[in-house]
């Protein structure tokens, strides 16, 4: 079955650096790929996804990319905020219709002001 | 912001008292599933229906139960909690109606659980 590794699981950063957060997969069937932003007491809540079709998503500050021959995707933060500290859910769905998700075991990132 | 609706948000119960936990959307997803996280782990699927079809995970105790009495609600029903069974639950939604969207999944607030 799928399995999913994410690294770091912690990560600290200036405020104002880049932050990257690497996740691995081990179903090439994989085709959609979310990223879970959650803040301590608080839902997961979506920050970005991308489709296996797609190289390269950005959003304001947020970009993921996915290279599908290695099985790998990434989350790019740049200038960080304080308020992006929070634990960050990487996870894999195996093919469309399975509707399950694999997650990663999550990246807490502290923004150091 | 998605409406999922989870109650209570708080829950404490007694050791082997039943309890039950709820979980509304108003999203008309057709997708439900019930997750429990433990201390910034991954959320873990205990279950998920599509429509009123149930699907359980292999490694989901007996202890825990599910209803889907309609499109807009679920239930988990923890029979005999134990220490073990304090956690947040988290229900989530998802469609796949629409192809843009399909395979998202829409966390609820949770309800964190304790067990005395």
């Known amino acids: 079955g799928e399995n999913v590794e994410q690294h770091p699981s912690t990560l600290s950063v200036q405020e104002g650096d880049s932050a990257v957060i690497k996740c691995t997969y081990s179903?090439?069937?994989?085709?959609?790929f979310p990223w879970y932003k959650q803040e301590l007491g608080k839902r997961p809540q979506l920050i970005i996804d991308?489709?296996?079709?797609?190289g390269e998503k950005k959003d304001q500050r947020i970009a993921v990319t996915l290279n599908k021959t290695a099985k790998h995707f990434s989350l790019h933060i740049t200038e960080t905020q304080p308020e992006d500290s929070a634990v960050y859910f990487c996870a894999a769905s195996p093919q469309t219709g399975t509707y399950k998700y694999i997650f990663g075991t999550g990246t807490r990132l502290k923004v150091l002001a | 912001d998605a409406m999922v609706i989870q109650n209570p948000r708080y829950q404490v119960t007694q050791f082997g008292k039943p309890v039950t936990l709820s979980c509304s959307q108003t999203?008309?997803?057709?997708?439900m599933y019930w997750y429990q996280q433990k201390s910034s782990q991954a959320p873990k699927l205990l279950f998920h229906y599509y429509d009123k079809d149930f699907n359980n995970e292999a490694d989901t105790p007996d202890n825990f139960q599910s209803r889907r009495p309609n499109t807009s609600f679920c239930f988990l029903d923890i029979r005999s909690p134990g220490l073990g069974d304090a956690a947040m639950y988290l229900c989530?939604?998802?469609?796949?109606?629409?192809?843009?969207?399909?395979?998202?999944?829409?966390f609820g607030p949770g309800t964190r659980l304790t067990v005395l």
């Open positions: 999203l008309n997803h057709n997708v």
């Open positions: 989530a939604t998802s469609s796949d109606q629409d192809y843009s969207s399909t395979d998202t999944q829409y």
């Open positions: 991308i489709r296996s079709n797609v």
């Open positions: 179903d090439s069937a994989s085709n959609y």
